[in-house]
Nanobody, 117 residues
Framework: VQLQASGGGLVQAGGSLRLSCAAS????????MAWYRQAAGKERELVAD???????NYADSVKGRFTISRDNAKNTVYLQMNSLKPEDTAVYYC????????????WGQGTQVTVSS
C-alpha cells in the first residue's frame, strides 16, 4: 500500500492550497483518513480527520479555515486550506487506517506547505 500526497507549495498569507492524498495497492477498505502536520522543531499534530461515512474533526487552530473531504471511490483524501497563516507552515502528512488482511495505519511521504507573511 502506498499513500501519495501532493499539492503543497509556497503561498502568501491569506492564500489557499489544496492537498490531495491517494492510496493505492491491495486495499479492501479504508476506514478513517487524516491529515497531520509537523513544523520545524515541533511534534507532529493532528490537523483534521474524516471517517468513511464523512464525519469530520478539526484542530481548533484550523477550524473555519480548513476543510477535509474524501472520495471513497478514488481512495483519496483532500485538505482545502484557506486563509493560510505563517503558523500553518509545516510538512503535511496524510494518514489512512486501511483494512487489507489486517487493519493498519499507513502514512504518506509528506508535502511541504510554506506560508510567507
Amino acid at each position: 500500500v502506498q499513500l501519495q500526497a501532493s499539492g503543497g507549495g509556497l503561498v502568501q498569507a491569506g492564500g489557499s492550497l489544496r492537498l490531495s492524498c491517494a492510496a493505492s495497492g491491495s486495499i479492501f477498505s479504508i476506514n478513517a483518513m487524516a491529515w497531520y502536520r509537523q513544523a520545524a522543531g515541533k511534534e507532529r499534530e493532528l490537523v483534521a480527520d474524516i471517517t468513511r461515512g464523512g464525519n469530520t474533526n478539526y484542530a481548533d487552530s484550523v477550524k473555519g479555515r480548513f476543510t477535509i473531504s474524501r472520495d471513497n471511490a478514488k481512495n483519496t483524501v483532500y485538505l482545502q486550506m484557506n486563509s493560510l497563516k505563517p503558523e500553518d507552515t509545516a510538512v503535511y502528512y496524510c494518514n489512512a487506517n486501511i483494512w487489507r488482511w489486517s487493519t493498519d495505519d499507513y502514512w504518506g511521504q509528506g508535502t511541504q506547505v510554506t506560508v510567507s507573511s
